[in-house]
């Protein structure tokens, strides 16, 4: 006899701590999954709360919610199974990573998460408990081992599942996106399909929260380690998977596969996923943003619209005495290209109330920083009045290389609530702005070919104080994200002076960094939560 279940990869978009609206999702993708003729339907981890919960998870009162959340799930799948994440307290106050077989309108098992991570971006043992053992459901004549994101990453729970049993393992993720993260995905599991023999379904949180975001994609990869069925990256999804019994084993019959993103469109994604939830989840009207007819900005601005749409964007010019004529050209033309509202507001007579107003205080001083920085404080100043005035939020427009060495204002082009590209090295923002504009030519070709500057001085050239810019991202590379030794540097051909200089930029400007808006993470290692080092250190190597 040969069974068949029809499985539906629940590749969905939660909002963290919005436990109703949770539910209701929960509830609206059973419904449309049942129309698919669906048997069992598997959503992604900590699916009634949404990832990461952080310190909600200390709240006592969250974990009522969720239960409550756990049966209305229940009574709407009278007629058809999941698999759900979720929060757990128990009576001693031990909190765990939980995930629930619901079939015939009940809790038929419960998994607890063995493996927490607590690297990187993740705190799981800051909340959570490990569990031990196993949780092997049978359905439909199929039985499925349940795991949950990091232990599918080791070896011993998958093990333990098919040794308790288990045909074929479910495993519900919310894996955040770097670049490298795919492939990282798929190698793993074909380690664990080589060692257990079994088919993995992987299902995948898709949707950005705060500086995360997560790339979906999720996919099934067969007992022979080929990725038979993938979903979609960057949107929600359900995905229909045919398991057939054949001779005492579970098969995967070979299913619909979305493209993939690849380099640089993959990234461009995961920036347009991580502006477009954090303006929906947080309720903006829309966003604004400084457009000087530099790249970093031009970049920012086509993200933004990309995300949102013309409609929603806003561009301000503020030109000074050192803005050159092109810059206001290029600023005018890409903005007419996007199509969103755009004025041009002169800073000049700002500056002059300011330079008045300080002429004693100064008096008998050079013009150094202070009066550049000044410039940068007038810009940030009118762009926070429209947005308090509009409901509109900032855009910060700095990119990774200049955050790494503490290239830009404090209280200036540091405004912002959102920094889109605070993880994109300046390289790769020559690179994303060239790929956009294949897809339709909106940043002016002369944003992309002239040399960066910031215009806070005449003819200043970001080159003036800092290296060019592949240095300074190889240098920021190997130090932030490979952890080498300004020695190990040295060796990969770079004077040990400027090394010294660019890794002492780096540690000097965390007060900056703990200072700056949230941006979308896309590296192995980006800055926040991912890489926490001190601001008052007299560490030394
Ligand atoms: N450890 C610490 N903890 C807390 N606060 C600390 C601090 N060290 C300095 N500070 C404070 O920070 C101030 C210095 O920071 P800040 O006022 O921002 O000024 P600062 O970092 O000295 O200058 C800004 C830099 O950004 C560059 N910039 C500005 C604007 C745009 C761009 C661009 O092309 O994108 C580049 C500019 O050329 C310059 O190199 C100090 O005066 C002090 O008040
Ligand atoms: N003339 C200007 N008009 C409007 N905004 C400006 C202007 N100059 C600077 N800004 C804002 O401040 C940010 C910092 O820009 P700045 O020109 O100093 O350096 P940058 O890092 O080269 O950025 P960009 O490549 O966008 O010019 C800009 O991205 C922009 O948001
Ligand atoms: N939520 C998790 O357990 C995620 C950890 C995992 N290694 C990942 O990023 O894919």
């Known amino acids: 006899m040969t069974d068949t279940v029809k499985l539906v990869m629940a590749q969905i978009n939660p909002k963290v701590g919005d436990i109703a609206g949770n539910v209701n999702l929960i509830i609206d993708q059973l419904q449309e999954a049942k129309l698919k003729g669906a048997d069992l339907v598997v959503f992604p981890e900590m699916t009634i709360t949404g990832y990461p919960p952080e310190d909600l998870l200390l709240r006592e009162g969250l974990y009522p919610q969720v239960e409550e959340a756990l049966l209305q799930v229940a009574q709407s799948a009278e007629d058809i199974a999941c698999v759900v994440g979720y929060p757990m307290v128990d009576e001693l106050g031990e909190r765990f990573n939980m995930a629930a077989f619901i079939a015939d309108g009940q809790i038929q098992a419960s998994y607890i998460k063995q493996n927490l991570p607590n690297y990187s971006v993740f705190d ?65 599991l074909s380690h664990r399909v080589n060692e257990t023999g079994l088919p993995i379904v992987y299902v995948n949180q898709v949707g950005g929260q ?28 359900l995905t229909e998977v045919a398991l057939l019994k054949q001779n005492g084993s579970t098969v995967v019959v070979p299913g619909a596969k979305s493209e993939l993103y690849q380099d640089e469109a993959r990234v461009y994604q995961a920036l347009i996923t991580g502006v477009h939830d954090y303006v929906a989840k947080n309720g903006f009207s829309g966003v604004l943003l400084g457009l000087s007819g530099g790249i970093d900005s031009a970049l920012t601005l ?50 002059q109330a300011f330079e008045s107003s300080l002429q004693a205080t100064l008096a008998g001083t050079e013009a150094d920083i202070t009066e550049e920085n000044l410039q940068a404080r007038i810009r940030g100043t009118l762009l926070m009045a429209i947005s308090n005035k509009t409901g509109k939020m900032v855009l910060a427009t700095s990119n990774k290389s200049e955050v790494a060495v503490g290239y830009s204002t404090l209280y200036g082009d540091m405004v912002g609530g959102f920094s889109p590209l605070k993880d994109v090295p300046k390289t790769m923002v020559y690179r994303l702005a060239q790929y956009r504009n294949t897809l339709s030519p909106v940043i002016p070709e002369r944003v992309i070919t002239r040399p960066p500057s910031a215009e806070l001085r005449p003819d200043q050239k970001d080159q003036d104080s800092l290296p060019d810019y592949d ?71």
């Open 471 to 541: 240095t300074l991202d190889t240098i920021i590379k190997a130090y932030v994200k490979q952890d080498k030794t300004p020695q190990e540097i040295v060796t990969m051909g770079y004077s040990e002076e400027e090394v010294r200089r660019v890794i002492r930029l780096i540690d000097r400007s965390e007060y900056k960094r703990r200072q700056a808006a949230p941006g979308v993470k896309i590296t192995h290692r980006a800055f926040g939560r991912d890489r926490r080092y001190p601001i008052t250190s007299g560490y030394k190597e």
């Open 302 to 351: 086509a993200v933004a619209v990309d995300a949102l749409g013309a409609d929603r964007v806003e561009a301000v010019m503020m030109p000074f005495r050192y803005t050159a004529q092109i810059s206001q050209e290029d600023a005018a033309e890409q903005a007419s290209v996007m199509g969103v509202k755009y004025q041009s507001i002169p800073i000049e007579p700002m500056y």
């Open 210 to 237: 705060d500086e995360l975001v997560f790339d979906g994609g999720s996919f099934v990869m067969s007992a022979d380690g080929d990725v038979c069925v993938q979903s979609a990256e960057f949107s929600s999804q």
């Open 124 to 188: 799981e043992q800051r909340y959570f408990r490990s569990g031990n053992q196993a949780c092997v459901v049978e359905f439909k004549g199929i039985k499925f081992g349940i795991l949950i994101c990091e232990d599918i990453w080791k070896i011993s729970p998958a093990a333990q599942a098919k040794q308790a049993g288990a045909e074929i393992l479910l495993t519900l993720n919310a894996s955040p996106f770097s670049q490298e993260k795919h492939q990282d995905r798929i190698e793993t």
